[in-house]
């Protein structure tokens, strides 16, 4: 920028006696730009975000698989028959077990110390002293049982029954040592038990089948529970059973309401009918926001023209206390009466597990009584998952039987295809009896 001054400089400016101007230079004033903040910077992943082989399994715009599948032809005649019961491999231990018990029961009659355990509680019964069992010398014995069935996730209601039954095969009767007392204490808590495992009505699934068959029509199972207890991966482990012992089987989307819920589903008929054949495992799905009731009331009908055998319907998980939803449920078993209503509860959340179940049942009752004579919708039988991740706190499935009555049908035991069992009643009972 130029800047003229008038101000004199020099001699010849004095000797005209006029003002020279002087011109100025001065520097250009520049608007200065507000610098940008650094932000943060992406995420570098291994895949550099770019990449979803391995990880994305719905299928592309065709409807055609698009799935990477592994060989997994080695699990194929691998469930063959009837499930073998879980940990059937470890009642040879159990049975060691129950040998060293009667080893620490010698060694308390010899004064020496046992083990400890469940029926360590009746060493508190002096013996030199008493020969009769009295209700008094047992009630200091029985709330120390009580507190150990309860830790193991029996319900303390039932806890308490069992006690009781107890106290009434015990007291009156004479003892001379503690190793009597403790064989007949441990017979008959364990019949007690074997009794409350083993409900009157026993669910034969393969049996039903071909009854279902003969009779010209397939056999419907409808699986439901509260959210995220795996209705869908055990979904998959019953139609892998099923489909091992020769049965066509029609899988129903009716979780029309999760997102990712479909394609999970196709994802898993996609790895079955790989293994068998196309015309052996189908899914049948209309989308999302459809009505699952009329949904499934159309795929059995569809299951019914093209000859398959079994139908298995999957539901949206859903609280128990969420009326509109239970009213939701309690429509599609009134109006498709499927042959078995699967309640699927999680082993590793105890006795939340006996509260969902009682309120699913009790939502059924009340919601959906057939024209049929009046008779009620209730569930006819559980699926427990994650078996394998409670040790010995079996006591969920001991609560569910009994507030039920109902059978417990299969077990879930781990993540792949052949990890479903049905319920070992012995190893259950061996369990809380430690």
């Known amino acids: 920028?130029?800047?003229?001054?008038?101000?004199?400089?020099?001699?010849?400016?004095?000797?005209?006696?006029?003002?020279?101007?002087?011109?100025?230079?001065?520097?250009?004033?520049?608007?200065?730009?507000?610098?940008?903040?650094?932000?943060?910077?992406?995420?570098?992943?291994?895949?550099?975000?770019?990449?979803?082989?391995?990880?994305?399994?719905?299928?592309?715009?065709d409807g055609a698989a698009n799935l990477n599948l592994k060989d997994e032809s080695h699990l194929k005649g691998t469930m063959s028959g009837d499930l073998s019961g879980f940990n059937e491999e470890e009642d040879d231990e159990d049975e060691e077990y129950e040998e060293e018990d009667?080893?620490?029961?010698?060694?308390?009659?010899?004064?020496?110390?046992?083990?400890?355990?469940?029926?360590?509680f009746f060493k508190n019964i002096n013996f030199s002293t008493q020969q009769t069992v009295t209700a008094e010398s047992l009630e200091p014995?029985?709330?120390k049982l009580k507190e150990h069935l309860t830790s193991k996730n029996v319900a303390s209601e039932i806890s308490v029954q069992l006690c009781d039954s107890l106290e009434s095969s015990l007291?009156?009767?004479?003892?001379?040592?503690?190793?009597?007392?403790?064989?007949?204490?441990?017979?008959?808590?364990?019949?007690?038990?074997?009794?409350?495992?083993s409900p009157k009505r026993r669910v034969n699934v393969l049996r039903?089948?071909?009854?279902?068959?003969?009779?010209?029509?397939?056999?419907?199972?409808?699986?439901?529970?509260?959210?995220?207890?795996?209705?869908?991966?055990?979904?998959?482990?019953?139609?892998?059973?099923?489909?091992?012992?020769?049965?066509?089987?029609?899988?129903?989307?009716?979780?029309?309401?999760?997102?990712?819920?479909?394609?999970?589903?196709?994802?898993?008929?996609?790895?079955?009918?790989?293994?068998?054949?196309?015309?052996?495992?189908?899914?049948?799905?209309?989308?999302y926001g459809k009505d699952p009731a009329g949904l499934t009331f159309e795929a059995i009908k569809y299951a019914k023209e093209r000859r398959y055998d079994v139908v298995l319907v999957d539901t949206a998980g859903r609280m128990q206390d969420n009326e509109p939803l239970m009213r939701a449920l309690s429509k599609l078993v009134a109006l498709n009466k499927p042959d078995l209503?699967?309640?699927?509860?999680?082993?590793?959340?105890?006795?939340?597990?006996?509260?969902?179940?009682?309120?699913?049942?009790?939502?059924?009752?009340?919601?959906?009584?057939?024209?049929?004579?009046?008779?009620?919708?209730?569930?006819?039988?559980?699926?427990?998952?994650?078996?394998?991740?409670i040790d010995d706190k079996v006591g969920a499935a001991i609560s569910m039987t009994y507030v039920t009555g109902q059978p417990i049908v299969f077990v879930g035991t781990g993540q792949q295809y052949p990890d479903l069992k049905s319920l070992n009643v012995k190893s259950v009972v061996s369990a809380l009896l430690r």
């Not at 005209?16 to 730009?33: M, Q, S, W």
């Not at 009716?254 to 790989?274: I, K, M, P, S, W």
């Not at 939340?352 to 699913?360: G, I, N, R, Y």
Request: charged share 25%; glycine share 12%.
């Open 171 to 197: 007291v009156g009767k004479s003892y001379s040592t503690f190793t009597g007392l403790s064989s007949t204490a441990r017979e008959a808590l364990s019949d007690a038990l074997t009794k409350i495992l």
């Open 208 to 287: 039903d089948v071909m009854d279902a068959k003969s009779k010209d029509r397939p056999y419907v199972v409808t699986f439901c529970g509260v959210n995220g207890v795996g209705k869908s991966t055990n979904l998959a482990k019953v139609c892998f059973w099923l489909l091992d012992n020769g049965y066509r089987v029609l899988v129903v989307g009716g979780d029309t309401f999760r997102a990712g819920a479909l394609e999970q589903l196709r994802t898993h008929v996609v790895r079955l009918a790989n293994l068998y054949s196309e015309d052996m495992v189908q899914l049948f799905e209309r989308g």
């Open 102 to 120: 009667e080893g620490d029961n010698v060694a308390a009659k010899n004064g020496g110390g046992g083990r400890g355990g469940m029926f360590s």
């Open 1 to 61: 920028k130029r800047v003229v001054s008038t101000q004199s400089t020099g001699l010849a400016a004095k000797k005209n006696g006029k003002k020279k101007p002087v011109v100025v230079e001065e520097p250009e004033k520049r608007e200065k730009t507000p610098s940008k903040k650094k932000g943060k910077s992406a995420r570098s992943w291994d895949m550099g975000g770019k990449s979803t082989d391995g990880i994305d399994f719905s299928s592309p715009s």
């Open 341 to 389: 209503t699967l309640f699927v509860g999680e082993a590793l959340v105890g006795n939340e597990a006996v509260d969902q179940l009682v309120k699913f049942n009790q939502s059924l009752i009340d919601n959906s009584t057939t024209a049929e004579a009046g008779t009620k919708s209730v569930i006819d039988g559980i699926l427990l998952t994650k078996f394998d991740c």
């Open 141 to 143: 014995v029985l709330d």
